[in-house]
């Protein structure tokens, strides 16, 4: 089965950049969506299709993906982006849904 | 707006089956699949299964397999995932989201806590 690779936790200062990397065999192959969750909620569509953002998604969340690796960027990093971030791929080979093992995200 | 509301908190002994409603509006319901992922307290996301509204076709991950239901009424627009021989490892947040393929899950259900206790 394919498996998507996520750093545990990434630590940023305010006003800094946060890189998330999500690793995975040709990912660059695949469409990438970029899920943010914050506790008791569910998650939130930040970024989809490698790096369009939905509507009310801030520019500062943009993201890459090519060869075995897609990275999700958080620009100007603020108190409130703390939270877990998740990859996803729709593996067609198998016709499954695939989730990244999730980031913690922690503003310091 | 598109909503995807959840029917409420469960609380199953070991053996006993759980039923999830997920009820859809603000879209034509048989237009896009729902999927059905769950988390675990302090765990990650986990895809389960996706089931197409118009051709009721599904597709279930390895782990659920000969466990896991994905139905829908359409007249109610509603989708379902029913889970049998539940353990106290399916204790757990049941999410229904609307995605299609390789489309985002861009509408999430605000979720269903199911637990699992003798």
């Known amino acids: 089965s394919y498996v998507l690779t996520q750093p545990p936790s990434v630590s940023v200062a305010p006003g800094q950049t946060a890189r998330i990397t999500c690793g995975g065999n040709?990912?660059?192959?695949?469409?990438v969506h970029w899920y943010l969750q914050k506790p008791g909620q569910a998650p939130v569509l930040v970024v989809s299709d490698d790096s369009d953002r939905p509507s009310g998604i801030p520019e500062r969340f943009s993201g890459s993906n090519s060869g075995n690796t897609a990275t999700l960027t958080i620009s100007r990093v603020e108190a409130g982006d703390e939270a877990d971030f998740y990859c996803q791929v729709w593996d067609s080979s198998s016709d499954v849904g695939v989730f990244g093992t999730g980031t913690k995200v922690t503003v310091l | 707006q598109v909503q995807l509301v959840q029917s409420g908190a469960e609380v199953k002994k070991p053996g006993a089956s759980v039923r999830v409603s997920c009820k859809a509006s603000g879209y034509k319901f048989n237009t896009y699949d729902i999927n059905w992922v769950r988390q675990a307290t302090g765990q990650g996301l986990e895809w389960m299964g996706w089931?197409?509204?118009?051709?009721?076709?599904?597709g279930y991950a390895q782990k659920f397999q000969g466990r896991v239901t994905m139905t829908r009424d359409t007249s109610i627009s509603t989708a379902y995932m029913e889970l049998s021989s539940l353990s106290s490892e399916d204790t757990a947040v049941y999410y229904c989201a609307r995605g299609t393929g390789d489309l985002p899950f861009e509408y999430w259900g605000q979720g269903t806590l199911v637990t699992v206790s003798s």
């Open positions: 040709n990912i660059g192959s695949k469409s």
């Open positions: 089931m197409n509204v118009n051709t009721y076709s599904t």
